[in-house]
T-cell receptor, first 115, second 116 residues
């Protein structure tokens, strides 16, 4: 079955420190991987995606993610966290099935950045 | 260039009433997806539609829920005889045609349904 897992419900970091939000996936064929961010009472905003090419993908707001095929991971990173980065982060994988493509989301990881 | 538009943003219904949620995709997008987010939970896929065609409704509850995307007008998610457990945020997303498997789906701001 095709799936995506975010092993941490919550991540706490201090402002200015690097942050990592973890994501692993299981998909047949080539993976298409995405990160989204959700602020309170808002919709999901697209941050970045990996389709092919360079394993390090850069996205919005200084975020980046590293695709690791051997570990089937796509962790989200940022060198220096801001308090305003506090939000809910979703990893997603685009999976192919008989009807076409479906985007499957992880359960989400809540990031708290403390000043 | 408007994004995905959802309305209403907030909807209150009494138990047993009907709720209708509307979604207009981004310009040039022909595919619509509906997701449900329960409080403090992740996103659950409900249904995937193209114009006049339901592609995948594997995430839709068997009863009371239906969705459509007519040739003209927005996509509609309809919930009949609502119950308290239907209280959630309902998100619509859209994407271009499926020719490119790496297409990003873009979300609206959501419709928050409260059943009292």
């Amino acid at each position: 079955a095709q799936s995506v897992a975010q092993p941490e419900d919550q991540v706490n970091v201090a402002e200015g420190n690097p942050l990592t939000v973890k994501c692993t996936y299981s998909v047949s064929g080539n993976p298409y991987l995405f990160w989204y961010v959700q602020y309170p009472n808002r919709g999901l905003q697209f941050l970045l995606k990996y389709i092919t090419g360079d394993n390090l993908v850069k996205g919005s707001y200084g975020f980046e993610a590293e695709f690791n095929k051997s570990q089937t991971s796509f962790h989200l990173k940022k060198p220096s966290a801001l308090v305003s980065d506090s939000a809910l982060y979703f990893c997603a994988v685009r999976a192919q099935y008989t009807g076409g493509f479906k985007t499957i989301f992880g359960a989400g990881t809540r990031l708290f950045v403390k000043a | 260039n408007a994004g995905v538009m959802q309305n209403p943003r907030h909807l209150v219904r009494r138990r047993g009433q009907e709720a209708r949620l509307r979604c207009s995709p981004m310009k040039g997008h022909s595919h619509v997806y509906w997701y449900r987010q329960l409080p403090e939970e992740g996103l659950k896929f409900m249904v995937y539609l193209q114009k006049e065609n339901i592609i995948d409704e594997s995430g839709m509850p068997k009863e009371r829920f239906s969705a459509e995307f007519p040739k003209e007008g927005p996509s509609i998610l309809r919930i009949q005889q609502v119950v308290r457990g239907d209280s959630a945020a309902y998100f619509c997303a859209s994407s271009p045609p499926q020719a490119h498997s790496g297409n990003t789906i873009y979300f609206g701001e959501g419709s928050w349904l409260t059943v009292v």
